[in-house]
């Protein structure tokens, strides 16, 4: 089991950057985590994933060149920087974990955050 908890959501004007964090219970060596985000009236989508080691990422095309995503060393915090926002940004991130390899599927993850809401204003 692990319990995940996200922060650093929070309103920015478009073109700027926000970085949100998501803290587990315990090291996630075993786990490749992603975030996730839903806006309003959407399905939630899948916007980046790192697996165990932190070696390998992986990016939806619509956040490719603008969102990094990282984890620390104690393999406890994983990050998502955002640069350059843009207002269809606004959602909801989730932050979520599976056993071993990474996915872009809602459906392959067990374990996930309450989320943090980000706001990109025009």
């Known amino acids: 089991q692990v319990q995940l908890v996200e922060s650093g959501g929070g309103l920015v004007q478009a073109g700027g950057s926000l970085r949100v964090s998501c803290t587990a219970s315990?090291?996630?060596?075993?786990?490749?985590m992603a975030w996730f985000r839903q806006a309003p009236g959407k399905e939630r989508e899948f916007v980046a994933a790192?697996?165990?080691?932190?070696?390998?990422?992986y990016y939806a095309d619509s956040v490719k060149g603008r969102f990094t995503i990282s984890k620390d060393n104690a393999k406890i915090t994983v990050y998502l920087q955002m640069n350059s926002l843009k207002p269809e940004d606004t959602a909801v991130y989730y932050c979520?974990?599976?056993?071993?390899?990474?996915?872009?599927?809602?459906?392959?993850?067990?374990?996930w955050g309450q989320g943090t809401q980000v706001t990109v204003s025009s």
């Open positions: 979520a974990a599976r056993l071993r390899t990474f996915s872009d599927s809602v459906a392959d993850y067990g374990y």
């Open positions: 315990r090291r996630t060596v075993n786990f490749a």
């Open positions: 790192i697996n165990w080691s932190g070696g390998s990422t």
